[in-house]
RNA sequence: GCGAGAGUGGCGGAAUGGCAGACGCGCCGGAUUUAGGAUCCGGUGGGCAACCAUGAGGGUUCAAGUCCCUCCUCUCGCACCA
């Protein structure tokens, strides 16, 4: 009787699928449950951080079903992307067959790893079906003002010819796909969202995040969010008419305020220069540091730099002149692309002003020190009193920040403002593969949004693919020429395509309405299935994928259609899938197969050098294929191990003794089963009050209450699996008569029963083989979950630990409802007891009803 | 630098402030087997013991892996944001 995983799982799939227990209905029978891993993209194979994900995700699906929930648990393809596009320039594939082929191919693979999806809501977002609705929701975020076209300075990567990300530039500001390309800077007319509009209802939404949400993911988003408050205050110019305004989160340090510092790009940076014939000087230094990549520019330790602009304008309130520089480290995009220089008390600063000698004033005291501006080391960014302020000398400098910024609002020189890290959000992206921009431009007309009418613009399929970079739309002559819908006159259609991240920020709720073709969503039903009860993911989406789909679920929500304020109730970040890797002396890294069993490269007969674990990537390769695991042991085996060898959120070390011991677990499991199965199947579900049935029913409804709340309330699954497995181990050392014997037989029976749809959740195919062997009454995934019975779970006698000044002396056993007196008198007559209170005064005593009982002497 | 998380046997990991090391892997032994494998059963932190052990050191407590303080190491995020 061996357990043969391969037969079973695709015996069971196939039955699955004929009985549609997978699917979700449109019409509720039970309280909804939507559970949501994030989507893939179809990439080509499935790997096993997916396989993590999915599992999760999948185990919560199955285990809320069988709680009596209507769940919700679909999949699709965030299939926009580069990816696709570097396939086609490298094979000539057309990016749509690519991916197309990929999701085909991925779809079985998750099919193979028995994901219970209702693949009627299957939806891959380039489809002209769904992307016609993002089409839609973008023409209405025109018409709002949240779309709007502005020239920016963005990354550019010369090899990719296009725009990258913040997040697409690496560190040492280079291409993410190009790691040798530097990324330059070049500006460009782009779209953006207004997603700076929620930055605060972003932040406000956190509180009803709280609690569901990991906290770390939160505050990586506050950073992201990045609010500050402070004060706007406007310099008058010391020569002419105008202003400079600044940003501040320091007012109480204005009287400090030396010189200013201007981003080169700001638009009065030259003009200062060529009204005091400094043009060359400055334009020279704009130049050079505009054209500098983000990394050169902001790296943390870059040099402070700047030039002099010849421009002075007046403090507000010293009335002094000051000079106003422009200066490297000053960004044009955050605050007002200006700020006051207050060398004592900002390290950037100070800096600045001992390189190019301009004056140190200190205006806040530190408690119990004077500062010399001459001998200081360094800023003093702390609290104080201020002093040198004026009417403020003396005030605390927390208070100072509030009082100078009245003062200033009086005098209608600023006024207290917030700001926010977080950037309008640049959509615009020169490619092909992505949903394009449905707008027309005309010469005459200017911008002319696509009638909604003549939606969706659809990406032209006849390209060839000889262009080896750029945007191959910018060339689709037939494609982009069309009549303007405002003039008629003869017009082009933007080429510019949208940023993936725009597709997967709404795919959750049409995942509720997939096949609608009248409207994008239909609001009765989002009501009805939204918002995602429990999302599943990776860490790395902490900030722009779960910020944005917050966003636009916010704005969907503004125009009726999402439900809520928050698309996403509760959320698990799964861990990475690590494994140590294997290095050859010669070859370099080395695959798992790469290496015999005695540790030596295969190629040059070399001992490798085993590394510490890192995160499974093909490039160190410590990588296991899923599908060679899943043919070897299945898939079942494959969720047991990654649900038994770490928490979820978590990282996991992978061991392919562990996944072993996930296999005889089950192996174990299947022969206990079906070893018994005529016997279990022909058990009368009656008992006797026997110690023997007494003892079975225990473990198994203690048990079951264990796994029951580690799933549903803590999400550990990994101790779960142990509690099933102690319950497996128990149920072997039962005796063979037992199984038969009319006494036993039946609390035996219910033992199996209940153990089969625990195990269901982790290890379905299993669970169901074994739950018609023993003839069980219709399909395990359709049952309800069993209710642990509580005067079972109840202990009736419990071990109390008794200490003698913190050790263990004894144990004393008495029925549970034990009162402190009770306790005491079996207590103190213990042997090793008296031993160790002997000569001694008793102090104290302590009792943990049912637990401990706790004696202090000396 | 700032922020978050983590550090427990040979390994992955368990422990609402209440017997540290559940469960699994590995290892050791037994049964079965011609043999090996598979399977089933048992043992397994250190120490002969008193006892000692949760990164290091302090503290709170009858009681600390868990709470507080100082420090070390690792991982992740942010990083000239005025």
Redesign the pocket.
Known sequence: M?YRPQEIERKWRKAWDEAGVDRCPDALSAPKYYCLEMFPYPSGRIHMGHVRVYTIGDLLARFKRMRGYQVLHPIGWDAFGLPAENAAHRHGTHPAKWTWENIAFMREQLRQMGISYDWEREIATCSPDYYRWEQLFFLWMMKDGIAFRKRATLNWCGECQTVLA??QVN?DGTCFIHDQTPVTQKELDQWFLGITRYAEELLEGHRELAGGW???IL??Q???I?R?E??EIRFPLADGDGEIT??????DTLFGATFM?M?PEHPMTMEFARKSGREREVREFVGRVAGQD?AA?????????GVFTGGYCVNPVTGNRIPVYAA???????????????PAH????F?FAKKYGLPIVVVVQPEGEALDPASMPGAHEGPGTLVRSGEFDGMDSEDGKKSITRHLEGKGRGRATV???L?DWGVSRQRYWGCPIPVIHCEACGIVPVPEKDLPVVLPEDLPYTRERGNPLASAEGWLRVPCPACGKSARRETDTFDTFVESSWYFLRYIDPKNDRAPLDPEKMRRFGPVDQYVGG??H??MHLIYARFFHKYLRDKGLAPGNEPFLRLLSQ??VCMQTSECPKHGWRYPEEVDENGACRQCGEKVNVG????MSKSKRNVVEPSELIERYGADTARVFIL????P?????W?E??V??????L??VY??VAQRAEAVASASPVWDDSAEVRRIRQATHRTLFKVTG?IEE?F?F??A??????M??IL??VEDPAWTAPATAGALREAVEILLHMLFPFAPHVGEELWARIGGEGLLCARPWPEADAALVREDQV?V?V?V?????A?VTVGAGAGEEEVRALAMAETRVRE?TAGKKI??T?Y?PG??F???AN
């Open positions: 061996k913040n997040e560190r990991p906290e770390n505050e990586m506050r950073n992201w990045g500050s402070g004060a600044v940003f501040t989160t320091r007012p510092s981003a983000r520019r902001t790296g943390e330790d870059q040099a402070k730099e490297n480290f000053v960004l044009y995009e955050y605050g007002t692309g200006a700020v006051m220089a207050v900002d390290q950037r600063d800096e700001q926010y890290r950037r860490v790395e902490a900030c861990g990475m510490r674990s890192m995160k038994f060898a770490a928490p959120e978590r990282d996991l070390d061991s003794q562990g072993e011991g996930a296999y005889r677990f192996g174990r022969r206990l580690d803590r550990h990994n101790t699996i142990s509690a099933v497995m102690e497996v181990n072997y050392l071990e630990v200490q000044n913190g050790k263990v002396r144990k160790h102090r104290k302590v943990v637990k401990l706790s004696v202090v």
